[in-house]
């Protein structure tokens, strides 16, 4: 299971941190991600983590993607938000030898104002 946290109405420039707790599973043999989905938009990939990070080119420069294996937790630095962030981020999660995300948390909304 994932739970996503951290979600909130911010400015233009402003920061957000997002969480996402795991439970359940060995987390570290997990690929880790976010996704997002901006109103009257399909999902699109933010970001994920294993053995390195990948980002989405929009967010590159901006968002940072890290998770801390002792606590389970996955997180997503924010900063410098953008309007076009807007949406709804969701934490997705996949097993190492597992090609397709099959576990998806709840979803938090992010809200950036301009």
């Known amino acids: 299971q994932l739970q996503a946290s951290g979600g909130g109405l911010v400015q233009a420039g402003d920061s957000l941190r997002l969480s996402c707790a795991f439970s359940g599973q ?58 076009e962030d807007t949406g709804i981020y969701y934490c997705a999660a996949h097993h190492r030898a597992a090609d397709d995300y099959n576990i998806w948390g709840q979803g938090t909304l992010v809200t950036v104002s301009s």
């Open 26 to 83: 060995t987390f570290g043999n997990y690929v880790m991600a976010w996704f997002r989905q901006a109103p009257g938009k399909d999902r699109e990939f933010v970001a994920s983590i294993f053995w390195r990070t990948e980002y989405t080119d929009s967010v590159k420069g901006r968002f940072t993607l890290s998770r801390d294996n002792a606590k389970k937790t996955l997180y997503l630095q924010m900063n410098s938000l953008k309007p």
